[in-house]
Protein backbone atom coordinates (compact mmCIF):
# COMPACT_ATOMS: atom_id res chain seq x y z
CA UNK A 1 0.00 0.00 0.00
CA UNK A 2 1.55 3.60 -1.10
CA UNK A 3 1.30 5.43 1.91
CA UNK A 4 3.19 8.68 3.02
CA UNK A 5 3.67 10.05 6.82
CA UNK A 6 4.61 13.31 8.17
CA UNK A 7 5.02 14.50 11.30
CA UNK A 8 4.79 16.81 13.36
CA UNK A 9 1.27 17.71 12.11
CA UNK A 10 1.74 21.03 13.54
CA UNK A 11 4.80 23.20 15.44
CA UNK A 12 5.70 26.23 16.90
CA UNK A 13 8.72 27.33 17.44
CA UNK A 14 11.09 30.51 18.46
CA UNK A 15 13.01 32.71 15.99
CA UNK A 16 16.16 31.69 15.40
CA UNK A 17 15.50 27.70 16.29
CA UNK A 18 16.46 24.65 14.32
CA UNK A 19 13.54 23.02 13.15
CA UNK A 20 13.14 19.34 11.73
CA UNK A 21 10.10 17.97 9.96
CA UNK A 22 9.80 14.09 8.84
CA UNK A 23 8.52 12.34 6.43
CA UNK A 24 8.29 8.46 6.02
CA UNK A 25 6.83 6.48 3.12
CA UNK A 26 6.18 2.81 2.83
CA UNK A 27 7.16 1.26 -0.40
CA UNK A 28 10.69 1.89 -2.66
CA UNK A 29 10.51 5.65 -4.23
CA UNK A 30 11.72 7.11 -7.64
CA UNK A 31 11.49 10.57 -6.12
CA UNK A 32 10.62 12.57 -2.95
CA UNK A 33 9.08 16.43 -3.36
CA UNK A 34 9.55 19.13 0.13
CA UNK A 35 6.53 21.40 -0.86
CA UNK A 36 5.74 24.96 0.55
CA UNK A 37 2.24 26.32 0.99
CA UNK A 38 1.48 30.02 2.27
CA UNK A 39 -1.46 31.35 3.12
CA UNK A 40 -3.25 31.91 0.35
CA UNK A 41 -2.36 29.22 -1.52
CA UNK A 42 -0.03 29.38 -3.45
CA UNK A 43 2.70 26.00 -3.21
CA UNK A 44 6.39 26.45 -4.05
CA UNK A 45 8.54 23.21 -4.31
CA UNK A 46 11.85 23.13 -2.20
CA UNK A 47 13.16 20.10 -2.96
CA UNK A 48 13.14 17.35 -5.04
CA UNK A 49 15.26 14.60 -4.15
CA UNK A 50 16.00 10.75 -4.83
CA UNK A 51 19.17 10.16 -2.55
CA UNK A 52 21.43 12.42 -0.36
CA UNK A 53 21.23 15.97 0.66
CA UNK A 54 20.33 19.23 -0.90
CA UNK A 55 20.72 22.39 0.95
CA UNK A 56 19.19 25.75 -0.42
CA UNK A 57 20.12 28.62 1.79
CA UNK A 58 19.08 27.83 5.52
CA UNK A 59 16.82 25.30 4.13
CA UNK A 60 18.43 21.40 4.51
CA UNK A 61 16.49 18.21 2.71
CA UNK A 62 18.03 14.80 3.34
CA UNK A 63 16.88 11.23 2.62
CA UNK A 64 17.31 7.90 3.66
CA UNK A 65 17.04 5.32 0.82
CA UNK A 66 17.15 2.51 3.19
CA UNK A 67 15.14 3.58 5.79
CA UNK A 68 12.11 5.10 3.98
CA UNK A 69 12.63 8.33 5.30
CA UNK A 70 13.48 12.20 4.75
CA UNK A 71 13.33 15.08 6.67
CA UNK A 72 13.47 18.92 6.23
CA UNK A 73 15.56 21.28 8.11
CA UNK A 74 15.35 24.83 8.71
CA UNK A 75 18.02 26.50 10.84
CA UNK A 76 18.06 30.04 12.17
CA UNK A 77 14.05 30.03 11.62
CA UNK A 78 12.54 33.11 11.07
CA UNK A 79 8.52 34.02 11.32
CA UNK A 80 8.75 34.45 7.06
CA UNK A 81 9.36 30.67 7.44
CA UNK A 82 5.58 29.76 8.57
CA UNK A 83 3.98 27.57 6.46
CA UNK A 84 2.62 24.29 5.63
CA UNK A 85 5.40 21.87 4.39
CA UNK A 86 4.32 18.87 2.48
CA UNK A 87 6.32 16.16 1.57
CA UNK A 88 5.63 14.63 -1.92
CA UNK A 89 6.59 11.18 -3.54
CA UNK A 90 6.67 8.91 -6.59
CA UNK A 91 6.87 5.47 -5.93
CA UNK A 92 8.72 3.35 -8.31
CA UNK A 93 7.29 2.12 -11.42
CA UNK A 94 3.98 4.75 -10.80
CA UNK A 95 4.07 8.12 -11.91
CA UNK A 96 0.83 9.81 -9.68
CA UNK A 97 2.26 11.65 -6.44
CA UNK A 98 1.18 10.79 -2.84
CA UNK A 99 1.80 13.44 -0.45
CA UNK A 100 1.61 13.55 3.06
CA UNK A 101 -0.78 15.40 5.42
CA UNK A 102 1.26 18.76 5.93
CA UNK A 103 3.43 19.87 8.78
CA UNK A 104 1.72 23.57 9.66
CA UNK A 105 4.87 25.47 11.27
CA UNK A 106 4.82 28.90 13.05
CA UNK A 107 7.72 30.83 14.13
CA UNK A 108 7.58 32.96 16.93
CA UNK A 109 9.18 36.69 16.90
CA UNK B 1 9.87 33.74 -17.82
CA UNK B 2 5.94 33.36 -17.12
CA UNK B 3 5.27 30.95 -14.23
CA UNK B 4 2.06 28.61 -14.15
CA UNK B 5 -1.21 30.86 -14.74
CA UNK B 6 -4.68 29.33 -14.03
CA UNK B 7 -8.17 30.65 -14.72
CA UNK B 8 -10.65 31.32 -13.21
CA UNK B 9 -8.83 32.27 -9.70
CA UNK B 10 -12.41 32.00 -8.16
CA UNK B 11 -15.65 30.27 -9.09
CA UNK B 12 -18.58 29.73 -7.77
CA UNK B 13 -20.96 26.99 -9.39
CA UNK B 14 -24.15 25.16 -8.07
CA UNK B 15 -24.85 21.61 -8.00
CA UNK B 16 -25.05 19.69 -11.38
CA UNK B 17 -23.62 22.41 -13.45
CA UNK B 18 -20.35 21.78 -15.08
CA UNK B 19 -16.80 23.64 -15.04
CA UNK B 20 -13.78 23.92 -17.01
CA UNK B 21 -10.69 25.47 -15.59
CA UNK B 22 -7.36 26.39 -17.54
CA UNK B 23 -4.00 26.22 -17.14
CA UNK B 24 -0.88 27.66 -19.19
CA UNK B 25 2.06 26.45 -17.82
CA UNK B 26 5.64 28.17 -17.95
CA UNK B 27 7.09 27.93 -21.86
CA UNK B 28 8.93 25.01 -22.51
CA UNK B 29 7.43 22.44 -19.91
CA UNK B 30 5.89 20.04 -21.60
CA UNK B 31 4.02 18.06 -18.87
CA UNK B 32 1.34 19.20 -17.11
CA UNK B 33 -0.62 18.10 -13.47
CA UNK B 34 -3.52 18.58 -11.57
CA UNK B 35 -4.70 18.58 -7.97
CA UNK B 36 -7.25 18.60 -5.52
CA UNK B 37 -6.45 20.15 -2.06
CA UNK B 38 -9.32 20.11 0.13
CA UNK B 39 -9.09 20.87 4.61
CA UNK B 40 -10.30 17.15 5.08
CA UNK B 41 -8.38 15.27 2.60
CA UNK B 42 -5.75 17.53 1.97
CA UNK B 43 -3.40 17.77 -1.23
CA UNK B 44 -4.86 14.50 -3.64
CA UNK B 45 -3.43 13.81 -7.44
CA UNK B 46 -6.21 14.20 -10.66
CA UNK B 47 -4.13 13.76 -13.47
CA UNK B 48 -0.74 14.06 -14.98
CA UNK B 49 0.01 14.95 -18.98
CA UNK B 50 2.58 14.91 -21.22
CA UNK B 51 2.95 15.70 -24.62
CA UNK B 52 -1.38 15.66 -25.30
CA UNK B 53 -1.72 12.20 -23.26
CA UNK B 54 -3.05 11.16 -19.89
CA UNK B 55 -0.34 9.44 -18.13
CA UNK B 56 -1.78 8.49 -15.24
CA UNK B 57 -4.82 9.37 -13.04
CA UNK B 58 -5.93 9.64 -9.53
CA UNK B 59 -8.77 7.91 -7.60
CA UNK B 60 -11.17 10.35 -8.96
CA UNK B 61 -15.03 9.34 -10.82
CA UNK B 62 -15.36 9.87 -14.41
CA UNK B 63 -17.05 13.25 -14.00
CA UNK B 64 -13.17 14.30 -13.40
CA UNK B 65 -11.53 14.78 -16.73
CA UNK B 66 -8.73 16.69 -18.20
CA UNK B 67 -6.81 17.40 -21.75
CA UNK B 68 -3.89 18.87 -22.61
CA UNK B 69 -3.31 20.88 -26.04
CA UNK B 70 -0.32 20.85 -28.82
CA UNK B 71 1.02 23.63 -27.11
CA UNK B 72 0.62 22.26 -23.80
CA UNK B 73 -1.67 24.13 -21.82
CA UNK B 74 -4.67 22.36 -20.19
CA UNK B 75 -7.85 22.42 -19.14
CA UNK B 76 -9.74 20.06 -16.64
CA UNK B 77 -13.62 19.92 -16.93
CA UNK B 78 -15.55 17.99 -13.88
CA UNK B 79 -19.50 17.78 -15.16
CA UNK B 80 -22.61 17.19 -12.83
CA UNK B 81 -20.89 19.13 -9.84
CA UNK B 82 -21.45 18.00 -6.58
CA UNK B 83 -20.74 19.88 -3.10
CA UNK B 84 -18.27 18.03 -2.57
CA UNK B 85 -16.34 19.00 -5.15
CA UNK B 86 -15.45 22.61 -3.92
CA UNK B 87 -12.00 22.48 -3.25
CA UNK B 88 -8.51 24.41 -4.61
CA UNK B 89 -7.69 23.06 -7.59
CA UNK B 90 -3.97 23.42 -8.33
CA UNK B 91 -1.90 22.90 -11.49
CA UNK B 92 1.64 22.69 -11.82
CA UNK B 93 3.89 22.43 -15.06
CA UNK B 94 7.50 20.51 -15.06
CA UNK B 95 9.93 19.89 -18.08
CA UNK B 96 9.29 16.51 -18.14
CA UNK B 97 7.19 14.20 -16.48
CA UNK B 98 8.93 13.60 -12.71
CA UNK B 99 10.35 16.73 -12.92
CA UNK B 100 10.72 19.67 -10.67
CA UNK B 101 7.01 21.00 -10.07
CA UNK B 102 6.04 24.68 -10.67
CA UNK B 103 2.53 25.48 -9.58
CA UNK B 104 0.35 27.65 -10.30
CA UNK B 105 -1.76 29.72 -7.94
CA UNK B 106 -4.82 27.70 -8.42
CA UNK B 107 -8.69 27.90 -8.57
CA UNK B 108 -11.07 28.31 -5.34
CA UNK B 109 -14.51 26.56 -7.09
CA UNK B 110 -17.17 26.35 -4.39
CA UNK B 111 -20.08 24.36 -5.47
CA UNK B 112 -23.70 25.57 -4.13
Not at chain 1, 28 to 48: N, R
Not at chain 2, 23 to 48: A, M, N
Amino acid sequence: KNEVEQSPQNLTAQEGEFITINCSYSVGISALHWLQQHPGGGIVSLFMLSSGKKKHGRLIATINIQEKHSSLHITASHPRDSAVYICAVRFTGGSQFYFGTGTSLTVIP
Amino acid sequence: KAGVTQTPRYLIKTRGQQVTLSCSPISGHRSVSWYQQTPGQGLQFLFEYFSETQRNKGNFPGRFSGRQFSNSRSEMNVSTLELGDSALYLCASSLDPGGKLFFGSGTQLSVL
